[in-house]
């Protein structure tokens, strides 16, 4: 049984509405608000197609201040951080010394001398901590500060009737203001491939928040999601989860767990030229030695949802693993994220799935994101 050892105020609010609180990263979480096909179709349709809210406080906040406090961020992560203007965020990767992927981050530049870097379940908590060690920085974990995901195309109107100036928060902008009368951060940030925003508030003020938002957007079709919703969201807009995609889920079967930013496809996060983070040369020693690539599969004329762990053929040869599946009849397809075989990871490979009770189905390669290909849709304006 997992230890909870870190809790959500809106706990009641889930339990009130069906959920068991499950452990996620520490924190007791809303998984499911019931576990039927029908409730995670309708919370899956509501992001596409409105808007829902989901309660992510189980994500690590930590503040990083002080003199050295840039350092210790460009150090431990692959972004470089004096690109980034105070206001803005973006998204980065940390490595361990092997130039293998440990973690994923969010780096929010707060003011001078003034960051924020929100972490997900891997240790890159623990990378920031060691290298501020004995610096003018400190770090401190932040579990006051809740975190709400108000994520599809009605989140902006809804939020526009409080506060007007947000239609105009570009992609990956940070707001400072006031909502339904209490301090708010409000990021243009998510993990759903929509437009949509992070509100971080206060432990005392995430109850009355997530009811006034509720409540506004009622006539808007705004309604509270499980958090599963986001594996299927994220499936078809290309956002890997540490450790579901990983080799720590996946092992190889002759090495250690760990997984390069090339073969994850994640090589983007590094800023050019960038040298001197943890894991660098390393990382730059492995390009062209991939074991495997994650890549997408679609399915060419089922609707079945593909297993996790179903097995990718070719040529009557096992190249790879199916990490997540995704069976949508709002974009009317069956798609998938794996871990495939270099040579195959070419858009219209042709691949049979083996699913787990031996079904055999024809598949192909395919790029992914599979939705917003062109990344418009969560970076629109207005």
């Given amino acids: 049984m997992a230890i909870l050892w870190r809790h959500s105020v809106l706990g009641p609010r889930h339990e009130a509405i069906g959920a068991e609180l499950e452990d996620w990263n520490g924190m007791g979480t809303a998984w499911f608000y019931d576990h039927t096909p029908e409730r995670a179709k309708a919370d899956y349709e509501a992001i596409r197609t409105k808007a829902g809210l989901m309660d992510v406080s189980g994500l690590k906040k930590l503040h990083v201040t002080g003199k050295d406090a840039a350092y210790v961020i460009d ?9 980034i203007a105070p206001g803005r965020a973006v998204y980065a990767a940390m490595l361990n010394g092997e130039g293998k992927f440990i973690d994923d981050c969010v780096i929010y ?20 901590v060691t290298v501020a060690a004995g610096k003018d920085c400190s770090v401190l974990f932040d579990d006051d500060l809740h975190d709400m995901s108000l994520q599809g195309p009605v989140s902006v109107d809804l939020l526009a009737k409080e506060i007007p100036a947000i239609r105009d928060l ?103 030229d960038k ?90 390669a395919e790029e992914m994101p599979f939705y917003d290909k062109d990344k418009s849709i969560r970076t629109a304006k207005g």
């Fill in 75 to 83: 150090r431990c992560t692959t972004r470089n951080v004096e690109k």
């Fill in 109 to 128: 530049h707060l003011a001078v001398n003034t960051w924020m870097v929100v972490i997900g379940t891997g240790t890159g908590m623990e990378s920031l």
């Fill in 170 to 272: 570009a992609y990956f902008g940070i707001l400072q203001t006031r909502l339904f009368g209490r301090d708010v951060m409000i990021s243009r940030t998510g993990y759903t491939g929509e437009r949509g925003y992070e509100i971080f508030c206060r432990r005392k003020d995430a109850v009355h928040l997530w009811d006034s938002i509720l409540d506004s957007g009622k006539d808007m079709g705004v309604r509270p999601v499980q958090f599963s919703t986001l594996d299927m969201l994220r499936i078809e807009s290309y956002l890997l989860f540490y450790p579901g995609d990983n080799s720590e889920t996946f092992p190889f079967d002759d090495e250690t767990c760990g997984d390069t930013l090339w073969e994850l496809g994640l090589e983007f996060t590094v800023s050019p």
């Fill in 275 to 364: 040298i001197g983070f943890i894991g660098s040369e390393n990382h730059y020693a492995s390009k062209g030695k991939e074991r495997f690539k994650i890549y997408g599969v679609q399915l060419s004329d089922s609707m079945a949802q593909m297993d996790m762990g179903a097995r990718v053929m070719h040529d009557g040869k096992d190249i790879g693993v199916i990490t997540y599946g995704l069976s949508s009849e709002l974009n009317d397809y069956s798609v998938a994220i794996a871990r495939i075989a270099p040579e195959a990871a070419k858009a219209g490979t042709k691949l049979t799935v083996v699913q787990l009770d031996g079904t055999e189905l024809a598949a192909t």
